[in-house]
């Protein structure tokens, strides 16, 4: 029985490597220069507190050994916050809300004149409204962080994608 397991398992990652399929980073792939030029990114000041979490969340995911000495890239992104009601009691107050984080980014040549790949992302976090105010800034904080944390991995990965083609 268990010879028939690893015989499956063999033929299964035959089939997988048959098929063209080849992972986005590595280094023994014809992809692997993805990271490379994802580490040679210089990713533009983002403004607010937002595009900090999503700046710092970028710099770890595509230049974690620092910032390049001679970028071949910039990213610029740009944030856009709403925020919407979505529950209503009977007595028209407010007990949940949507906080909706749209991030528009231009990946751009070194110089910043000539614009390579542009995209847009969006996400939604929900939180609870309560009766207390400080529970309430506490929860939208957390959402706010929660979208801006999806925010910069949706963006990673279009960018990571583009690169690969």
């Keep these: 029985m268990l010879s028939f397991k690893n015989f499956v398992g063999f033929v299964f990652l035959s089939l997988l490597g048959g098929c063209g399929f080849q992972p986005l980073y590595g280094q023994q792939t014809q992809n692997a220069d993805v990271q490379n030029k994802l580490a040679a990114t210089y990713i533009m000041p983002i403004e607010g507190r937002t595009g900090q979490i999503i700046r710092n969340e970028l710099l770890d995911r595509m230049n974690p050994k620092g910032v390049p ?16 009601s979505l529950a209503i009691d009977p007595d028209n107050s407010t007990n949940r809300n949507n906080l909706t984080l749209n991030a528009e980014y231009q990946f751009l ?9 542009k995209g847009a992302t969006q996400s939604i976090s929900s939180y609870n409204i309560v009766t207390s105010d400080f529970a309430n800034l506490s929860a939208e904080k957390n959402a706010r962080k929660r979208s801006a ?4 991995e949706k963006i990673h990965r279009q960018l990571s994608v583009f690169l690969s083609r």
Excluded: C, M, N, Q
């Design 69 to 84: 000495a001679r970028a071949s890239y910039r990213l610029k992104v740009d944030i856009k916050e709403s925020r919407k």
């Design 109 to 117: 040549t070194p110089d910043g004149k000539r614009e390579i790949f």
């Design 149 to 152: 944390l999806v925010l910069a």
